[in-house]
């Protein structure tokens, strides 16, 4: 019997760039790997097998670990509440090339690409996906499920609220201790957009300055 199974929840485009981290990641690993995906007719898709959530579930494996490389926000959230309640845990995938400072916590699930940094005293909620060289600066705070595409700059003193995206390229600018800025719950942040003022909560925002598409 496999001793431990690394899930890696979707297979699609997110899912297909995570896998090849948790091979060369600097954590320790040792288990087989393998994609959960409820929608996807292939058996393997680049070499690895691809099992309903259902077959992931049924696995005869001493422990069981799975990783949610999803990028909508939402879609995470249910899945991860699903997977919480049939007692799976989390593997959070780190790669190789990413650089962590001093007093960074991140919770459970995260996935953080080659080339992010998080700099110092950051707080970070479950399932974050920081992708290709994104960074977070000093005293930011991030909810849970939020998603940086590639290229993110989130300078410091920024609030993010939970399940917020955050584009590819986008430019969030510092705020202070005494003001930070910040991103409501769900917002979603254009690519390329330079956001100078708070995005409110359920909003939409693009461009330079970034301005309201979509209002909550
Ligand atoms: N998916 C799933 N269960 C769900 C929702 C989505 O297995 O409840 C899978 C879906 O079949 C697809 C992947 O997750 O293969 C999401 O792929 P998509 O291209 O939409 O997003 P990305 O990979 O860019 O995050």
Same mark, same amino acid.
Do not use: W
């Given at each position: 019997?496999?001793?431990?199974?690394?899930?890696?929840?979707?297979? /699609?485009? =997110? #899912?297909?760039?995570?896998?090849?981290?948790? $091979? *060369? /990641?600097?954590?320790?690993?040792?288990?087989?790997?393998?994609? !959960? +995906?409820?929608? =996807?007719?292939?058996?393997?898709?680049?070499?690895?097998?691809?099992?309903?959530?259902?077959?992931?579930?049924?696995?005869? *494996?001493? *422990?069981?670990?799975?990783?949610?490389?999803?990028? +909508?926000? %939402?879609?995470?959230?249910?899945?991860?509440?699903?997977?919480?309640? +049939?007692?799976? &845990?989390? @593997?959070?995938?780190?790669?190789?090339? @990413?650089?962590?400072?001093?007093?960074?916590?991140?919770?459970?699930?995260?996935?953080?690409?080659?080339?992010?940094?998080?700099? *110092?005293?950051? &707080?970070?909620?479950?399932?974050?996906? =920081?992708?290709?060289?994104?960074?977070?600066? @000093? +005293? =930011?705070?991030?909810?849970?499920?939020?998603?940086?595409?590639? #290229?993110?700059?989130?300078?410091?003193?920024?609030?993010? #609220?939970?399940?917020?995206? !955050?584009?590819?390229?986008?430019?969030?600018? %510092?705020?202070?201790?005494?003001?930070?800025?910040? !991103? #409501?719950?769900?917002?979603?942040? $254009?690519?390329?957009?330079?956001?100078?003022?708070?995005?409110?909560?359920?909003?939409?925002?693009?461009?330079?300055?970034? &301005?309201?598409?979509?209002?909550?």
């Amino acid at each position: 019997m496999v001793s431990t199974s690394y899930g890696i929840y979707g297979a /699609s485009g =997110c #899912g297909r760039g995570v896998m090849p981290l948790l $091979g *060369s /990641s600097t954590q320790e690993f040792d288990g087989e790997r393998l994609f !959960i +995906d409820d929608g =996807c007719a292939l058996e393997s898709v680049n070499d690895f097998p691809v099992l309903t959530y259902h077959d992931f579930l049924n696995r005869p *494996s001493i *422990s069981k670990f799975v990783t949610i490389a999803i990028a +909508d926000g %939402q879609v995470r959230r249910r899945l991860a509440e699903r997977c919480a309640k +049939d007692g799976l &845990r989390f @593997h959070s995938v780190v790669a190789r090339e @990413h650089v962590r400072m001093v007093d960074c916590e991140v919770k459970e699930g995260a996935i953080f690409s080659p080339y992010t940094t998080l700099t *110092s005293n950051i &707080r970070i909620g479950r399932h974050f996906h =920081c992708n290709l060289y994104s960074y977070v600066e @000093h +005293d =930011c705070i991030i909810g849970d499920y939020v998603t940086f595409a590639p #290229g993110v700059k989130c300078n410091g003193n920024v609030h993010i #609220g939970d399940q917020a995206y !955050i584009g590819a390229g986008a430019v969030l600018k %510092q705020g202070t201790p005494e003001k930070p800025l910040i !991103i #409501g719950p769900r917002a979603v942040v $254009g690519m390329g957009a330079v956001v100078t003022k708070d995005v409110p909560a359920d909003s939409v925002v693009a461009g330079n300055p970034a &301005r309201l598409l979509k209002e909550n």
